[in-house]
């Protein structure tokens, strides 16, 4: 499938990207190769397959939700390198 210059501004139209004229025609070309395999795809015979709900069949395994007593500050903050009254003190991130 061709994919043209105007389907690719109403694609970053929609998903609100600032696209290039320079990046259309190398996003032209992956489009091509994506909907190419996809076209394979159709290929395949999968009359009987159900189709996929989850990609496992495992179910999530999940704790009682058990009120407990919290911890004790103190206990908390016992290995902290640095703290200050109840907090840890952690070095500066980011700079505001």
């Known amino acids: ?10 694609m970053a139209h929609l998903a609100r ?6 990046e259309k025609a190398g996003i032209a070309e992956s489009l091509e190769q994506i ?25 999530n395994s999940m704790r009682q939700d058990i009120s407990s007593v919290p911890m004790n500050p103190g206990i908390a903050l016992s290995n902290a390198p640095q703290s200050r009254d ?3 003190v952690v070095p500066k991130v980011l700079d505001v």
């Open 1 to 10: 499938m061709k994919i043209d210059p105007s389907t690719i501004d109403k």
């Open 86 to 88: 109840s907090f840890f």
């Open 35 to 59: 909907l190419s395999w996809m076209e394979k795809l159709n290929e395949l015979n999968t009359d009987g397959v159900e189709p996929l709900v989850h990609m496992s069949a495992e179910i």
């Open 17 to 22: 990207l600032n696209v290039h004229e320079s």
